[in-house]
């Protein structure tokens, strides 16, 4: 409770406690949602700080700015927020970024969960919400305000009414407002006040001073350092009400002030957030600070954001006068600010810095501190900026024509990018050999030959290694001391094959063989591991298991030495599926561990996204769904993830629906996986999403479709032998084959058909002893839903299997023949999607079709 009447002193300033605004803000805490809505100068926000300062609650408060609007930037500042509570939860948002759409707010919303203490309080502030008019970002708010947590509130202070939907919480009680006449100093604070800065008034004086100024806290506090300067009346205070306030500002403030402050206060307007840190380095000695702590209200320290704040009114005055700066004053404070965001990982706060001073070349390092493959949203907020530059940009720096090329392919226009990357590499094979063409003739064969390494699913062109090759040949004259420090990043598959034929997959890895000493050489250590890695993926799913361990492990080996994360983690997937078709538990449990322990590698940037891909596909193999994040689960819809890399999210999210015998949404979601560059490009991925596919008509008897699509996915598999994309798909693909055999389907061998019945088998099994050993481990039971209801003879049979009958009895009860009775047990198992008899009755008896 607030109960005390004695004014807060920060530092050397008084300000007034104001009670009254406290109570109100301790009843409307109780609710999910707060507005405070008033116009500038009320007082709102140092009302709402006030009370939190005695408040018990874990608080964030976020400032909000113009550049707030491009959601990348506002996420930026939204993870910073986050990190003054967990900088665990921050690292993890960061990496998701900001949550467009349905799922990735599912996505969102799961990172805080762990981090949230059930009894414990958590106030977020969003403080300036009238500058937000970006739609993304409000629909982002609206989905927050919607799943309000019970001990979590939001208090919105704004200088008009959020553009979102409140009605919902409204009706429901949910959100507490408080207006701009909450606001208004009645006339004893405002006496209070007063008395605070030593001014005694007569009570006439009083009368008149509060009739002027309605209550505004600006204009007391402005008619305060009026009288306290030594005002001749208090008429005298009363006229300066009815100027304009920025000459008020300008006679009352500005001209009593040193000119060293003026100047560096109107620096200061030109960024928008003020750490101490920062304004200490802005400083050109530390006593203009001091002299600035000394302004009062207009200018003070907030300790939740840990910086200091401007009044709005103030700011925008300073604004108006920032034509007293040089542009070489100028020019400095964007470099020192975005030298400043970049030490703090503000990215995205520094690139805008780096443009405004036109300095491109920090705008370029801050480019190549990203992943290769980065985000949509990022690569078009970077691609805007190199667009906006001035021919002199490119001129200065070589460097600037690479970085626009590298975010064309990005953000997947892969022909513009083409076509910018040869007119480039033309005009600058025709200049005289120099450093500075020699610098972007080797960026821009790297790009040639990324953009073959990522096109080559078409073309079916494997040379890309010459384009490498040629890169290196103009790095050493290219004036570059080292070459770029980057990861690389791997899409839906390793081997960027298409083409069904025998000998492109061997084809497709010996060029990344042949690139990896030339981009491993000028990148350090680029792509080191990654035709191991690629020889790993060809030999799983050719059941080479021995060799398929052998390549995942060196693979590893490699890429720890040089920093590869990816090539590490989609390593130890491979040998996660691995152990996973041999039914070796330790070794998974291994395997988890190690990736659990790449989460606490902070240069890893996609560490949590692939970490949550990865278990899932696991959880969802052994029936544990309640394990798989919630962006995983919920239902399809544009990816962010880039086009390019998104394939293994979306065989994650298949691989649930089909163990969670969902098979009508599954088959809409695979009819949409026509991305160009996406999963169905690749030739294991033609295999697979047809075989998934199959097994779902054949799950709702539609037998005819489920054979072609069988048909055409053993086509594709057969001239590699591809058979563990089948054999992984368990428990429905032995239903399919049996099912094809029993029939008779033509143009699919019968060994084949055989082999992959009795091995998709075997491989079920393999997965129930996982799923038991980590119900023995975790105290779960495996979660099994949408059961197909049973027929009353298959329910007889099963309680006679339940009962420990042997078929033969259970035949001689029913008077049934014994192949009946087998036929029956099949339907049995495959309703259940049980592997053998205590399966079955494990499973029914869990879903109340047995009795315990």
Request: proline share 3%; charged share 25%; net charge neutral.
């Amino acid at each position: 409770m607030v109960n005390s009447n004695a004014p807060i002193v920060p530092g050397n300033q008084l300000y007034l406690e104001r009670l009254n605004v406290h109570e109100l803000l301790e009843q409307a805490v109780e609710s999910p949602l707060v507005t405070v809505i008033a116009g500038a100068g009320y007082g709102k926000t140092y009302g709402v700080y006030s009370f939190l300062q005695k408040y018990r609650a874990v608080t964030a408060w976020m400032q909000i700015s113009e550049r707030d609007n491009f959601e990348v930037q506002f996420w930026e500042n939204f993870v910073r927020t986050i990190a003054f509570i967990s900088e665990r939860s921050a690292a993890q948002l960061r990496e998701t970024g900001f949550p467009a759409t349905k799922r990735q707010f599912e996505r969102y919303v799961s990172v805080p969960y762990t981090d949230i203490v059930p009894d414990v309080k958590y106030i977020f502030v969003y403080d300036d919400f009238h500058h937000i008019r970006n739609k993304g970002v409000l629909r982002f708010f609206e989905r927050s305000m919607a799943s309000p947590f019970s001990n979590i509130t939001s208090i919105l202070i704004s200088r008009t009414e959020p553009d979102i939907c409140l009605t919902p919480l409204f009706s429901k009680g949910l959100l507490a407002k408080i207006t701009e006449d909450d606001l208004r100093f009645n006339r004893k604070e405002m006496t209070d006040y007063f008395a605070m800065q030593d001014i005694r008034l007569s009570p006439e004086a009083e009368d008149s001073l509060y009739r002027d100024t309605e209550g505004w806290a600006f204009a007391i506090h402005l008619a305060g350092l009026s009288l306290k300067k030594g005002a001749e009346s208090p008429e005298y205070a009363r006229s300066l009400m009815k100027r304009n306030i920025f000459n008020l500002i300008e006679t009352e403030l500005f001209a009593g002030i040193s000119g060293r402050l003026q100047r560096y206060l109107v620096k200061l307007s030109l960024i928008e957030h003020w750490p101490l840190e920062l304004l200490n380095e802005l400083a050109e000695n530390s006593d203009v600070v001091e002299e600035m702590r000394r302004i009062g209200t207009l200018v003070r320290y907030d300790t939740y954001l840990n910086a200091y704040r401007i009044h709005p009114l103030l700011l925008q005055y300073l604004i108006g006068r920032q034509d007293m700066l040089a542009p070489a004053e100028k020019k400095n404070v964007y470099i020192k600010t975005g030298t400043w965001c970049l030490k703090h990982n503000l990215k995205f706060a520094a690139v805008s810095c780096y443009e405004k001073a036109g300095d491109y070349n920090g705008v370029i390092k801050v480019a190549y501190m990203m992943p290769m493959v980065m985000a949509r949203d990022i690569a078009r907020f970077l691609l805007d900026i190199t667009a906006r530059a001035p021919k002199s940009a490119y001129e200065r720096d070589a460097t600037m024509h690479v970085l626009y090329v590298r975010l064309l392919m990005t953000i997947g226009h892969l022909e513009e990018a083409l076509k910018r990357c040869l007119e480039v590499i033309a005009q600058f094979e025709a200049m005289p050999p120099s450093a500075y063409s020699h610098r972007v003739l080797f960026g821009m064969y790297t790009n040639l030959g990324f953009h073959g390494l990522i096109t080559c699913l078409y073309t079916e062109r494997y040379d890309f290694n010459l384009c490498f090759e040629r890169a290196s040949l103009y790095f050493p004259t290219s004036g570059l001391t080292s070459g770029i420090s980057i990861a690389i990043d791997i899409s839906s598959y390793l081997c960027r094959v298409g083409a069904s034929e025998k000998g492109h997959i061997e084809q497709f890895i010996c060029g990344i063989s042949r690139s990896i000493p030339f981009v491993s050489s000028y990148m350090d250590g680029c792509m080191t591991g990654y035709d191991d890695l690629a020889h790993a993926e060809a030999a799983y799913f050719q059941e080479e298991m021995d060799a398929a361990e052998k390549h995942a492990l060196t693979a590893i080996f490699k890429a720890r030495k040089s920093k590869q994360y990816e090539v590490e983690t989609r390593s130890l997937f491979y040998l996660l599926r691995i152990h996973l078709a041999f039914g070796n538990c330790v070794k998974i449990q291994e395997v988890l561990k190690e990736l659990s322990a790449q989460l606490n590698t902070p240069a890893y940037i996609n560490r949590y996204v692939l970490y949550d891909i990865i278990t899932g596909w696991y959880y969802a193999q052994i029936g544990q769904f309640k394990q798989l994040p919630k962006w995983l689960t919920n239902e399809f819809e544009a990816s962010d993830l880039n086009s390019l890399v998104h394939g293994l999210e979306t065989l994650v999210k298949l691989k649930y629906l089909l163990s969670e015998k969902r098979y009508s949404v599954a088959l809409a979601a695979l009819e949409n996986q026509t991305n160009r560059y996406g999963l169905s490009a690749f030739l294991f991925g033609k295999i697979v999403l047809p075989a998934m596919e199959a097994v779902c008509w054949y799950q709702l008897r539609k037998k005819e479709k489920a054979y072609a699509l069988l048909k055409r996915a053993y086509g594709l598999s057969a001239p590699n032998e591809l058979t563990m994309i089948f054999i992984e798909l368990g428990k429905d693909m032995r239903a399919l084959t049996e099912s094809a055999l029993k029939d008779g389907v033509s143009d699919i061998p019968r060994a084949w058909l055989e082999k992959i019945s009795r091995k998709s088998a075997a491989y079920a099994k393999k997965l129930y002893t996982a799923a038991k050993a980590y119900e023995a481990q975790h105290g779960e039971s495996r979660q099994e839903f949408r059961i197909e209801p049973l027929s009353r003879r298959e329910t007889a049979i099963l309680t006679g299997l339940s009962q420990g009958l042997t078929r033969e009895e259970i035949a001689d009860i029913s008077a049934l023949s014994v192949n009946t009775v087998k036929s029956i047990i099949k339907s049995v198992y495959a309703k259940l999607n049980a592997v053998n008899r205590a399966d079955a009755i494990r499973i029914a008896t869990l879903a109340g079709i047995l009795k315990k």
